[in-house]
């Protein structure tokens, strides 16, 4: 099999030595997101495979270039499962384009988002040097954990080669509840369950129902079952996989697609567009046709922020930065891509 990763480093070098712009292309399943980078193509699906997989000890190591079908399933068969439920978007998504663009799914504010679950990664920085940062085990440096910096950067701080990550079980039992509220009181009773110790993984409010998974042992999940109470949803492990995926009814349509990501104690905010609401209230989705200022000063305001999905092409996908934010994520840049040769406005223009 050939050195695909020492071929690409070759072209960075080369690419670096000339300060030739990149676009590092994958499966292609997130270019929605972002600015299109501008640059010559730097194919890099081809460097796919599961390199280590260690049950027993709860970490899979994948090159960049693996379908993320692929590792589920093989997760699947000795029943575990990447917890932060990473969005597909297309049946083609990698391993790369999750970490790359940083989106957890349902289950993401009950167990945690996709950087807390990346121990350690290989990539080829802006000189065309492939680095190893982290490791295989929690527990591994000390000082800054590097491989984190990756999850969200979109390709702008360097090559993904290989990520290892820590993978958990899949639940026992699972079962999802429904049960009608208006807005303010559904808001109200996800902030209330939060507190609680109930095995509560996923919730969604969506015209006008409240949807809670519960997962875990059976005896557990069924004794919340019964404090709980509400209608038991049918084939529920689809509902989230849809919600998972934005492939609900709710997410169809011309309308501008806005995420805001907001405190979770937010009320609602006076924003005309239809919402779905997930992770205990703190993601919010909106539909509307009001202006994109208006939607990022009410997110602002609120203490968050708001990422576009789906809109006009003239409005930038992700919000915008204080100057003393752009200015650390400049340095980063320089950091590792010192002729920023990769994705170049991917994520904004400055970087």
């Not at 009181?185 to 006008?208: F, H, N, T, V, W």
């Not at 539909?287 to 990422?307: L, N, P």
Request: aromatic letters at 8%; one cysteine or more; proline letters at 7%.
């Amino acid at each position: 099999m050939p050195d695909i990763a020492q071929h690409l480093a070759d072209e960075v070098c080369a690419a670096a030595s000339g300060k030739t712009p990149l676009a590092i292309l994958g499966a292609g399943s997130r270019h929605f997101l972002g600015r299109p980078a501008a640059g010559n193509p730097l194919h890099v699906s081809g460097h796919g495979g599961i390199v280590e997989y260690e049950p027993r000890e709860l970490v899979i190591t994948a090159r960049a270039g693996t379908p993320l079908a692929e590792i589920e399933t093989e997760l699947a068969a000795a029943g575990q499962m990447l917890a932060f439920e990473p969005p597909r978007f297309a049946e083609a998504s990698t391993l790369g384009g999750v970490i790359a663009s940083g989106l957890s799914g349902p289950r993401r504010a009950y167990c945690g988002a996709v950087r807390d679950f990346v121990l350690g990664c290989r990539i080829i920085n802006g000189k065309g040097e492939i680095l190893r940062f982290g490791g295989q085990v929690m527990k591994n440096v000390a000082g800054y954990d590097v491989s984190r910096l990756m999850v969200g950067a979109y390709g702008t701080l360097g090559v993904l080669l290989d990520v290892s990550l820590k993978v958990l079980p899949k639940p026992a039992a699972s079962l999802t509840l429904v049960r009608e509220y208006p807005a303010e009181q559904a808001l109200q009773r996800m902030r209330e369950l939060a507190g609680k110790p109930l095995p509560i993984d996923a919730s969604c409010y969506l015209d006008g129902m409240l949807y809670l998974r519960l997962s875990g042992r059976p005896e557990a999940v069924e004794a919340a079952r019964r404090r709980l109470g509400g209608e038991l949803l049918e084939d529920d492990a689809a509902f989230w996989r849809r919600l998972r995926d934005l492939q609900l009814p709710f997410f169809a349509g011309g309308q501008s697609l806005w995420r805001l990501s907001l405190p979770a104690a937010c009320p609602l905010l006076s924003l005309n567009g239809s919402w779905l609401m997930e992770w205990g209230g703190a993601q919010r989705w909106l539909k509307t046709d009001v202006d994109a200022r208006a939607v990022r000063d009410a997110a602002a305001q609120a203490g968050g922020h708001a990422m576009l999905f789906r809109g006009e092409e003239r409005v930038d996908t992700f919000h915008p930065l204080p100057a003393g934010l752009l200015a650390l994520h400049r340095n980063l840049k320089l950091a590792f891509d010192p002729y920023g040769i990769f994705n170049p406005g991917r994520i904004y223009p400055e970087l």
